[in-house]
């Protein structure tokens, strides 16, 4: 089992989770982060530290954000590894509550 960061991510990426991970598997896009499946060591440490409750065990993820899971999966192969916590966007705060984000899924690097 592998954890999958969801839509409650888009807009906000929080960092508290790459923080806390102790094996690097987050990825980074320009406005989400994702899970790489194959490095992620099922430790749950980024659970609790999601602000935005964003991150889910595999077989948990609520069925509204099952696409997430391969999309994680997807974009990990494609973004870079982030492996230190890093200021979000300027304007987070605003996008904690709001539902339905998938469609301002920046699908770039942020390279």
Request: hydrophobic share 30%.
């Amino acid at each position: 089992m592998t954890f999958v960061v969801t839509e409650p991510c888009i807009k906000c990426k929080y960092t508290d989770c790459v923080e806390v991970c102790p094996v690097d598997c987050f990825r980074e896009g320009k406005n989400f982060l994702v899970i790489d499946p194959d490095e992620c060591i099922d430790c749950n440490l980024c659970v609790p530290s999601c602000p935005v409750e964003a991150i889910y065990p595999e077989d948990e993820v609520p069925e509204k954000f099952e696409s997430y899971i391969e999309l994680n999966a997807t974009l990990a192969k494609e973004w870079p590894v982030i492996d230190h916590k890093k200021d979000p966007p300027e304007d987070a705060d605003e996008w904690t509550e709001v539902a339905r984000k998938r469609k301002l899924l920046d699908l770039d690097s942020p390279n």
